[in-house]
């Protein structure tokens, strides 16, 4: 991922707010040491912000789009209180399997159920009835539309949806493969969608704020 924000005022970001605890930080280097893709992690400066916002709606029942080591599902799930759910999508089954064992060592981890295979299989599945409060999208661009779209109805009004990546590195301006067009053509939906309410915030990599009417 290339960086928009320049490091040091990245830096300057991270040394003056809430850090991250010690097992997020353990998560993180053992991701950049291990896992193939380690820059798909948010990091500190973003997971911070997911527990802030988390916190601030008030969310008992949220949904993750994109699992990947479990460093943003903690974040969220800290910030939910103990009746509270946190429901994530997994992909890959070895990173299922290193962020199960994150969560196992967490007070937070037994509110999380981590549910494996496409993530929009895994929605169709769901019951009607489920409903969320907060979704975080990260996680294949090209279905960033389909994903949006799929958890709408689901969002209580007033719910919040945050996407990552809505900046892709700065491609969003000069788009030329699939996953650059994806991104502009999600971006342009939402703007579009009267149901909702966006900002996008220059946070790392670009991340998205919709709010449900």
């Known amino acids: 991922m290339k960086a928009i924000v320049p490091k040091k005022i990245e830096d300057y970001c991270l040394r003056h707010g809430t850090p991250p605890g010690k097992l997020l930080r ?5 991701t950049r040491k291990y896992v193939d893709y380690p820059q798909m992690l948010i990091g500190p ?18 949904l993750e789009i994109g699992t ?3 460093y943003s599902a903690l974040c969220m799930a800290e910030a939910i209180p103990k009746s509270g759910r946190l429901v994530t999508c997994e992909l890959q089954p070895d990173r299922a399997d290193i962020a199960r064992s994150f969560f ?12 494996l295979g496409p993530a929009l ?10 409903k ?19 958890v709408l109805p689901r ?4 719910g919040l949806i945050v996407a990552d990546n809505v900046l892709w590195s700065g491609r969003v301006l000069a788009p030329k493969d699939k996953s650059d067009r994806a991104i502009v053509a999600f ?8 149901r909702v309410e966006c900002v996008i915030l220059s946070v790392r990599d670009g991340v998205s704020l919709i709010r449900k009417r």
């Open 26 to 30: 353990e998560i993180e280097m053992y």
């Open 45 to 62: 400066h973003e997971g911070t912000l997911l527990t802030l916002l988390v916190r601030l709606t008030g969310a008992r029942r949220v």
């Open 68 to 70: 990947f080591t479990g």
């Open 104 to 115: 196992r060592r967490s007070p937070h981890g037994r509110k999380i159920k981590l549910l």
């Open 121 to 130: 299989e895994t929605l169709a599945k769901l019951p009607r009835a489920t």
């Open 132 to 150: 969320f409060d907060f979704v975080f999208i990260d996680a294949d661009k090209e279905n960033y539309a389909n994903y949006y779209e799929a």
């Open 155 to 158: 969002l209580r009004p007033g």
């Open 187 to 194: 971006n342009k939906h939402v703007r579009r969608d009267p």
